[in-house]
């Protein structure tokens, strides 16, 4: 598992580079990434390149959710079908907000920002 | 249900030691087995898998309580109407000796008390037709299916 970080326009992206999220992973997953989130208000989880997710990866997105608080974002993108599957059946896709990708990520909240500004 | 002579059309034996990087990897060449014969893009193929790691999950977790090195023995036989898997392992039978009826229920506006686990037996009971689970000779027999095809 590696991740990987970029910012762009005041949002932090952090890349999951592996293609399972599962109960050999989570935990080391659930580390790396609070080290890389220690800051930025607006955090875009980009998963595209993970095929499957199993419970306890999905129990680790949550702990992350709660781990960022009220005050801070946390928002998922380019969860590939099985992934999506899995948020679904839990119903925590009523929990988190998802995009279909980085780049839509991107787009919701230029949007936000240039209405906000106006 | 299933038809009364399902073919079979293909059947695998993996034996592994509990430990939650073997099982994962386990789980993922049971699917890939099954992809195998009956196409990886079959959507209960997906399930199946998923149902199988998370039974797995639970067997290192609870039945050997998170010790490593126990031996776990998966059974897989792809018929021609469904896809069967049995997994024995000789650790902690299931409380009470059945599979427990989990219903996670929370409210998504709650951040702080949003479940993050408990969510295996109900992935399992959602997506396969069948779960069964016996206590044999010590052992914990766990039996799943899931029909694929029209």
């Given at each position: 598992m590696r991740l990987t970080t970029e910012q762009d326009n005041g949002i932090d992206v952090l890349s999951v580079d592996a293609p399972r999220i599962d109960s050999a992973c989570a935990e080391a997953l659930r580390d790396a990434a609070r080290a890389e989130m220690a800051h930025g208000d607006l955090w875009l989880i980009d998963l595209?390149?993970?095929?499957f997710m199993d419970s306890s990866g999905i129990g680790t997105m949550v702990g992350l959710l709660k781990w960022m608080g009220h005050d801070r974002r946390m928002e998922l993108c380019g969860l590939n079908p099985p992934v999506l599957q899995v948020f679904k059946l839990t119903r925590l896709d009523t929990v988190f907000t998802i995009h279909a990708d980085v780049a839509a990520g991107h787009a919701a909240h230029h949007h936000g920002v240039a209405k906000a500004g106006r | 249900m299933s038809s009364e002579n399902p073919e079979r059309v293909g059947s695998a034996q993996f034996s592994v030691e509990s430990s939650f990087q073997s099982v994962a990897d386990l789980a993922e060449e049971v699917g890939d087995f099954c992809g195998s014969v009956v196409g990886e893009a079959v959507e209960q193929v997906v399930e199946l898998r998923l149902c199988v790691a998370e039974a797995l999950n639970n067997i290192v977790e609870?039945?050997?309580?998170?010790?490593?090195?126990k031996p776990i023995y998966a059974k897989i036989d792809v018929l021609s109407d469904r896809l069967e898997v049995v997994l024995i392992d000789e650790g902690m039978p299931l409380p009470g000796y059945t599979v427990p009826e989990t219903e996670v229920d929370f409210?998504?506006?709650?951040l702080e008390n949003l479940p993050e686990g408990g969510f295996g037996w109900m992935l399992i009971r959602e997506q396969m037709d069948k779960v069964d689970y016996e206590r044999r000779d010590g052992c914990n027999v766990l039996t799943l299916a899931r029909h694929y095809g029209s």
């Open positions: 595209s390149k993970v095929d | 609870h039945a050997y309580k998170g010790v490593e090195g409210d998504p506006t709650d």
